[in-house]
Nanobody, 113 residues
Framework: DVQLVESGGGSAQAGGSLRLSCAVSGQIDVYQCMGWFRQGPGQERETVAR????????NYADSVKGRFTISRDGTRNTVYLQMNSLQTDDTAMYYC???????WGQGTQVTVS
C-alpha cells in the first residue's frame, strides 16, 4: 500500500508563487514515476508534471513549462511542485499520485486571483 499526503496549497495573487509538497510512504519503491495533476472547476483532470524518482527525469504540461518545477528530496520520498508566475488559470485542486496507479493523495486547493 502507498500513502500520499499533499500540503502547501492556498491562495496567491497572479504573478505570485506557491510550493506544494507530497509526502510519500508505504511500498513506494514499486513506483518510480510520481506526478502532480490538477482539476479546475468544470474541467477534466490534467497532468501537470512528472518525475522519475531514481533518475530525476522530468516532463511538464505545455501550460506550465518555464513556470513550474517538479523535484524530489534526497530520500526520494517527498515530491515538490514549485509554482512561479502563477496565473488565474492555475486555479485548481492539485493532486499527487504514483503514475499509472490507483494511489492518489487527497488533494490541495490552489486559488490564484
Amino acid at each position: 500500500d502507498v500513502q500520499l499526503v499533499e500540503s502547501g496549497g492556498g491562495s496567491a495573487q497572479a504573478g505570485g508563487s506557491l510550493r506544494l509538497s507530497c509526502a510519500v510512504s508505504g511500498q513506494i519503491d514499486v513506483y518510480q514515476c510520481m506526478g502532480w495533476f490538477r482539476q479546475g472547476p468544470g474541467q477534466e483532470r490534467e497532468t501537470v508534471a512528472r518525475i522519475y524518482r531514481a533518475s530525476g527525469w522530468t516532463n511538464y504540461a505545455d501550460s506550465v513549462k518555464g513556470r513550474f518545477t517538479i523535484s524530489r528530496d534526497g530520500t526520494r520520498n517527498t515530491v515538490y511542485l514549485q509554482m512561479n508566475s502563477l496565473q488565474t488559470d492555475d486555479t485548481a485542486m492539485y493532486y499527487c499520485a504514483a503514475c499509472g496507479s490507483e494511489y492518489w493523495g487527497q488533494g490541495t486547493q490552489v486559488t490564484v486571483s
